[in-house]
């Protein structure tokens, strides 16, 4: 009884599962790979987007400690109308705070390593440029912190529909950017 024609019939089932079961493994890595992917952009966009928000007021900052007197020979009055950020003292005790907070968030030192000393190296780069932050604030008097609150984006997590911005939408959809010339 060799040749019986149901033998293969009594292991389909068995054939069936151990070939769905496989399948399934291959999808589940292949989309556990992009979700981890996603997962890992989203994070480490809300961890540097602080660190891009201290580096670009530092260099604002920066520029308006700059002597504004030559180049105000040199421009019209509409071109100093447009100049709309009035200069900071010149401070060598301003000018410290904002190179060491800027020096802290400097992305060519930074580590983009994903391990517990990388990690805690960036936090308290952060937690010491956030002070630092502060600092320059009380000295060139603005106070930025009733302003800012809402917008850091790894304290605050999702908005309430009340604080939501006009433009709604997933980072994907660039029909709600607009287009510039």
């Known amino acids: 009884m060799d040749n019986d024609p149901f033998k293969s019939l009594f292991g389909l089932e068995d054939q069936f599962y151990n070939e769905g079961f496989e399948l399934g493994m291959t999808d ?41 007197e030559e180049k105000e020979e040199r421009m019209n009055e509409e071109e100093l109308s447009a100049l709309q950020l009035s200069s900071l003292p010149d401070n060598p005790r301003l000018l410290k705070h904002i190179q060491a907070s800027q020096t802290l968030v400097d992305p060519q030192t930074m580590s983009y390593e994903n391990n517990e000393d990388a990690i805690s190296d960036y936090e308290d780069r952060i937690k010491r440029a956030k002070a630092k932050m502060k600092v320059i604030e009380k000295i060139i008097g603005e106070d930025h912190s ?28 660039i029909k709600s950017l607009n287009i510039r010339c």
């Open 28 to 68: 589940g890595k292949k989309a556990g790979r992009i979700e981890g992917q996603i997962f890992g952009i989203e994070k480490g966009f809300e961890k540097f987007v602080v660190a891009g928000r201290i580096h670009g007021r530092c260099a604002i900052w920066k520029a308006r400690i700059e002597k504004f």
């Open 146 to 173: 009733e302003e800012q609150k809402g917008t850091d984006v790894q304290e605050t997590g999702p908005k309430k529909p009340d604080e939501m911005q006009s433009v709604e939408g997933n980072i994907e959809d």
